[in-house]
């Protein structure tokens, strides 16, 4: 019997050779697929990190924007394209000329670019106005109130100051501040806050008394320099030679600007802005502010009423508002007197032992004939000296 013999090996052979090539092509598509990966999270962890880049390059936009209004608060321009780092910020600004609905805020839009990557950052910007008559007396060197002197407040948006008096005073409102001394001699009382700044001293004793709060370190209040700008518009648009009634002695020099009323004269104001180098009333002169009439009068150098009497018929502060920029500025004589006074780098003097309803800023102030002064707290909420800053009220990432 014939016997067949089948060998199988390079049967064997071929199999395991398939397996093997399978495995590597496996083993390859494994690690082409690892390498994609990793490629994949690289880029991704790439504009992860670009994003975060521009993100703050938008915010860095917004944050020197801030710091150019703060020094111009009518700056519209924005950035183009300014690099920082590794990309750049541009910023638009808006403001109600195209955008009504704005009123007084500001929209920002800021966008900070890395590569081709691009965030927004989109924010509202609210102004902080400056209050110039937010205390009773300011002196930023010194405060002093002397013999029967007082301060006290009431609010002429409620009524008169009759109508909200009550024992020996009214509102206890009245603040008074200093970077300096605040010295109170005699019986002199203040209802309301004393408070200088660190450095600054708050001195009484006797019969003087403070019906408030005080404190040596206090924030530094902003009053910003009435500025030649303000000075120049007040010029051009002076109501002197068509806005003042004189009667009896009394004139007024066009060429000089000078404003004198003697005994026996008076002046009437009708509305308008006024614009004077100095003003003298002697001899019991009288300036009538009648009913009715808004005044504003800035002066260049010496305002001395201390020898007339000044008559607000409407008997509200805000309708009498003094800007000075001279050494000094004296009021005296009336028995009351309404108005506001703002003059950081005058010395003012108000004596007599009469009232003063309104409120004064001076470099200086000095109460030391017992005047009894009144702060109408309505000067600190409707009267401002236009946009001191823009802050964020809110922001968004678009």
């Not at 801030?66 to 111009?72: E, S």
């Not at 009323?261 to 009708?270: L, P, R």
């Not at 009497?309 to 005296?332: E, K």
Request: glycine fraction near 14%; include cysteine.
């Amino acid at each position: 019997m014939k016997r067949t013999r089948i060998t199988t090996g390079n049967s064997e052979s071929g199999i395991v050779l398939i397996v093997c090539v399978i495995m590597l092509l496996l083993l390859t598509l494994i690690g082409i697929t690892s390498i994609t990966t990793s490629n994949t999270e690289s880029e991704i962890s790439g504009n992860e990190l670009y994003a975060n880049e521009a993100f703050y390059l938008a915010d860095a936009g917004l944050e020197r924007s801030l710091v150019v209004l703060d020094d111009t608060v009518e700056w519209r321009a924005g950035f183009n394209g300014e690099p920082l780092g590794r990309g750049t910020y541009s910023v638009r600004l808006a403001d109600s000329t195209t955008q009504p609905y704005l009123r007084d805020k500001l929209l920002a839009r800021s966008a900070g670019q890395v590569n081709e990557v691009v965030k927004t950052i989109e924010a509202y910007l609210k102004p902080i106005y400056n209050y110039p008559f937010s205390y009773g007396a300011y002196g930023r060197d010194s405060v002093r109130f002397a013999g029967n002197g007082m301060m006290d407040s009431y609010d002429s948006d409620l009524g008169t100051y009759a109508s909200q008096y009550s024992g020996n005073h009214a509102g206890e409102n009245g603040p008074v501040g200093s970077e300096g001394t605040i010295l109170l001699e005699g019986q002199a009382d203040i209802y309301g806050n004393a408070s200088t700044t660190p450095g600054g001293d708050i001195i009484y004793g006797g019969g003087a008394q403070i019906y408030g709060d005080t404190t040596t370190n206090a924030d530094p209040p902003e009053f910003p320099p009435i500025t030649q700008e303000e000075l120049d518009y007040a010029e051009a648009n002076n109501n002197a030679s068509s806005g003042l009634i004189f009667s009896g002695n009394g004139n007024y020099n066009n060429g000089n600007h000078r404003m004198s009323v003697a005994a026996g004269g008076s002046v009437t104001f009708t509305s308008g802005i006024y614009y004077f180098s100095d003003v003298s009333i002697t001899g019991h002169g009288e300036i009538i502010i009648p009913a009715g009439a808004d005044v504003v009068i800035y002066v260049t150098g010496i305002w001395d009423s201390s020898g007339g009497t000044v008559i607000n018929s409407n008997q509200t502060p805000s309708s009498f508002q003094l800007y000075s920029v001279g050494d000094s500025l004296l009021v005296a004589g009336s028995s009351e007197f309404y108005g506001a006074i703002y003059a950081p780098e005058s010395h003012v003097v108000v004596t007599g032992g009469s009232h003063f309803y309104g409120s004064i800023v001076g470099a200086t102030f000095d109460n030391g004939g017992g005047t009894k002064c009144h702060y109408d707290e309505a000067l600190g909420r409707d009267i401002t000296r236009g946009i001191n800053r823009y802050v964020i009220e809110a922001w968004t990432e678009i």
